[in-house]
């Protein structure tokens, strides 16, 4: 990979382009192998260590919309200047989605979202973790979904509530229509695990499957539910998303350290 920065660089937020496009106003620098990045990613070079923290769409000279990744700047400070540069080693980038139209207006607090960065980074190694809270609204969902799997490339996309059958649950409906391939495994091994605490879990209408190169797990809302069905999927989930980005690996690791 290689990484050119086309003005000075003096913040600590900077923004990239692809090295397919002309320099452009809105971008610091320009970077290979752009449809290959993925959010959480570390690219690295000699004195400089940057993360991907959120692609944006920014209008161009042309009056085109281009894609930019805004990076934080881990380390060092980025020079004027042409360099070769690396992927490093990272864990899972995480999305977590609250649905709820109390928490959304500020009534409730979630504390379902937190649980599931929490239980999640117990088992594996997160590079990146980000949260909301929305009210159950489809077009919202579908808007967030999309944006989270197609676009800024979470490896890993959970949401909280509304899985049920009241009027408002409309998560699994939403998540269904979205998905390329469903997961039947892990929708059962959450049942039978809802089954085991009480027969309402019978109730829950969640489903699992791939969106693109993201897992995408529905769960219940409840604190007690989240748990007890993310961790009996949570030893399939780093398996299951090593599988389904296989290919893309294979191309991605041309662009990692050499050690």
């Known amino acids: 990979m290689r990484i050119v920065w086309d003005k000075e660089v003096r913040a600590d937020l900077v923004v990239l382009s692809s090295a397919d496009w002309e320099e452009y ?15 959480g990613d570390v690219i690295a070079y000699e004195h400089c260590v940057l993360q991907l923290v959120r692609k944006e769409l920014f209008c161009g000279e042309d009056g085109l919309l ?21 992927l490093k080693h990272r864990g899972l980038s995480l999305a977590w989605i609250a649905l709820s139209d109390k928490g959304a207006r500020g009534e409730r607090e979630d504390v379902s979202g937190p649980a599931i960065r929490e239980i999640v980074s117990g088992a594996m190694e997160i590079c990146l973790s980000r949260g909301m809270v929305i009210p159950d609204e489809p077009d919202i969902l579908k808007h967030i979904l999309t944006d989270f799997c197609l676009f800024q490339g979470f490896d890993l996309v959970i949401t909280t509530g509304g899985t049920g059958v009241g009027p408002r649950d409309i998560t699994p409906d939403v998540t269904y229509t979205l998905l390329d391939k469903r997961l039947p495994g892990f929708e059962q091994a959450m049942m039978a695990a809802a089954l085991k605490k009480t027969p309402r879990g019978a109730i829950s209408r969640a489903v699992a499957g791939t969106m693109g190169l993201s897992l995408v797990v529905n769960l219940p809302g409840s604190l007690k539910a989240v748990r007890e069905n993310l961790l009996s999927v949570l030893p399939a989930i780093r398996h299951a998303i090593e599988k389904l980005q296989g290919t893309v690996q294979i191309g991605r690791a041309s662009c990692r350290e050499r050690v």
């Open 25 to 39: 106003a809105w971008a610091h620098g320009r970077v290979t192998n752009f449809s290959f990045l993925r959010i």
């Open 66 to 86: 281009h894609a930019g990744w805004n990076c934080r700047v881990l380390e060092g400070n980025p020079a004027q200047e042409e360099r070769d540069c690396f």
